[in-house]
């Protein structure tokens, strides 16, 4: 019986690592790879890959054909705020890199809402949502403690008077100011205390 003409032919079947501008296939310790298989395309920084796999073929050549492209994203404006790059401010209209990951940051008093990081995304768009800076408010229930607050609501950094009734207590010694924190709690300037007159005793206002 005659062989078979290849019975005993080297497959060669395989294909090579490939390199390309700006990337490279990841060869995780191969060598070759066999048709048929898969093999992930990585590229430089500030590129992405046009194809993030490719396949080995049968006659040795990869498909889809690899290849990196330029992307950038333009940092978007953030009124009462700014974006931060690995903790340096980056100008608002400024082109980052494919996967470029930005920082929302607001002024003293404002809080960014939704406080997400943000990537460079192969879009050309950042991903998440544009974040707002939102005044940070201390929120005031009206009367606490028999003291009388004369504004619904506070920023952080504010302050606002207290008013109290003069026909029960008298202020003996503190301040009748009250401030908002950055944790968002109102706070004695100066704690007062009070007298009341019926009584010969103290009354202290605490927050």
């Given at each position: 019986?005659?062989l078979?003409?290849c019975?005993c032919?080297?497959?060669?079947?395989?294909?090579?690592?490939?390199?390309?501008?700006?990337?490279h296939?990841v060869?995780?310790?191969?060598n070759?790879?066999?048709?048929?298989?898969?093999a992930?395309?990585?590229?430089?920084s500030?590129?992405a890959?046009?194809?993030?796999?490719?396949?080995c073929q049968?006659?040795?050549?990869?498909?889809?054909?690899p290849?990196?492209?330029?992307?950038?994203?333009?940092?978007p404006a953030?009124?009462?705020?700014?974006y931060?790059?690995?903790?340096?401010?980056?100008?608002?209209?400024?082109?980052?890199?494919f996967?470029s990951v930005?920082?929302?940051?607001c002024g003293?008093?404002?809080?960014p809402t939704?406080?997400t990081?943000?990537?460079c995304q192969?879009?050309?768009?950042?991903?998440?949502?544009q974040?707002?800076?939102?005044?940070?408010?201390?929120y005031?229930d009206g009367?606490?403690?028999?003291a009388?607050?004369?504004?619904?609501?506070?920023?952080?950094?504010?302050i606002?008077?207290?008013?109290?009734?003069?026909?029960i207590?008298?202020?003996?010694?503190?301040?009748l100011?009250?401030e908002?924190t950055t944790?968002?709690i109102?706070?004695?300037?100066h704690?007062p205390y009070?007298?009341i007159?019926?009584y010969?005793s103290?009354?202290?206002?605490?927050?």
């Amino acid at each position: 019986m005659a062989l078979h003409p290849c019975c005993c032919c080297i497959i060669s079947e395989v294909c090579s690592l490939l390199s390309f501008d700006h990337g490279h296939i990841v060869s995780n310790g191969k060598n070759i790879f066999k048709s048929g298989e898969q093999a992930t395309v990585t590229c430089d920084s500030n590129y992405a890959p046009v194809y993030t796999s490719t396949t080995c073929q049968s006659d040795r050549s990869w498909s889809p054909l690899p290849s990196c492209i330029t992307v950038t994203c333009t940092v978007p404006a953030l009124l009462e705020g700014q974006y931060y790059l690995n903790q340096n401010v980056v100008a608002q209209g400024a082109a980052l890199g494919f996967q470029s990951v930005i920082t929302p940051s607001c002024g003293i008093g404002y809080l960014p809402t939704p406080d997400t990081q943000r990537t460079c995304q192969v879009n050309g768009q950042w991903s998440g949502q544009q974040p707002n800076c939102t005044k940070i408010i201390c929120y005031i229930d009206g009367v606490r403690h028999k003291a009388i607050y004369s504004y619904p609501s506070l920023a952080i950094g504010e302050i606002a008077d207290v008013s109290y009734n003069t026909s029960i207590f008298n202020l003996k010694n503190g301040s009748l100011q009250v401030e908002c924190t950055t944790e968002r709690i109102l706070t004695w300037i100066h704690k007062p205390y009070f007298g009341i007159n019926i009584y010969i005793s103290k009354y202290d206002f605490s927050l």
